[in-house]
């Protein structure tokens, strides 16, 4: 009896480690993506959509992506490839070339 209350205590703790504890931590990234989510960020959504967001909303974020603006929600950016302070190298920022 003891054996099987110890082996389910056991489980438990696996499950929480495996399952849980590493979705609560990627729900913290995401809420902190979110929040410091600004203008001019380059981002990438759920859909796969690469866009420079142009406003941030309450629960919505228009996005410039080629010659579309879109505004989709906050919750479908997953990712911040390119911080709006940040200049990648080789960007002159006059956005186009004289060669």
């Known amino acids: 009896m003891l054996q099987q209350v110890g082996l389910l205590v056991f489980m438990g703790v696996v499950f929480y480690f495996l399952l849980i504890r590493p979705q609560r931590v990627r729900a913290k990234q995401q809420d902190s993506l979110l929040k410091n989510l600004k203008s001019n960020d380059r981002v990438v959504t759920?859909?796969?959509?690469?866009?420079?967001?142009?406003?941030?909303?309450?629960?919505?974020?228009?996005?410039?992506?080629?010659?579309?603006?879109?505004?989709?929600?906050?919750?479908?950016?997953?990712?911040?490839?390119?911080?709006?302070g940040a200049e990648s190298p080789g960007t002159s920022g006059s956005g186009s070339s004289n060669s």
Do not use: F
């Not at 406003?55 to 990712?79: C, H, N, P």
């Open 46 to 84: 759920s859909s796969g959509i690469v866009g420079i967001v142009i406003s941030v909303k309450e629960k919505s974020v228009t996005l410039r992506s080629a010659d579309s603006k879109l505004e989709v929600l906050k919750s479908a950016v997953t990712e911040i490839t390119e911080k709006s």
